[in-house]
C-alpha cells in the first residue's frame, strides 16, 4: 500500500476537512476520490459527513428566513422580564 493512500485511509482529520470543503463549494477529482476511499472504510467520518450536511441545510434554511417576533409576543415577553427583574 503506498504511503498516499495510508495517509487519507487513516486520516480523519483530512477526510473531515475535504468533507467541509465540498459541502462549502467544489472539490477536485482526485480529493472526491480519496473521500470516497476514506469514507468506505470509515463509519465514522460517515456520520460526521451526514451530519454536516443536514445542519449546513439548517442553517441555509434559517439564514434564508426573516424570522420576526408578533408585537403581541413581544409585549408579554416583556411583561414577563420586568417581572422578574423586579421580584428582587
Known sequence: MTS?????IYNCKQATFLIE???AGKITAAETLQLH???????????????SILINRVFVG?????????????????E???KEINKN
Open 4 to 8: 498516499a493512500l495510508k495517509n487519507i
Open 21 to 23: 470543503k465540498r459541502i
Open 37 to 51: 476511499i476514506h469514507l468506505a472504510g470509515c463509519s465514522v467520518c460517515k456520520v460526521y459527513q451526514q451530519q
Open 62 to 78: 434559517f439564514k434564508n428566513t426573516d424570522f420576526k417576533l408578533d408585537e403581541a409576543f413581544k409585549k408579554t415577553l416583556t
Open 80 to 82: 414577563k422580564i420586568e
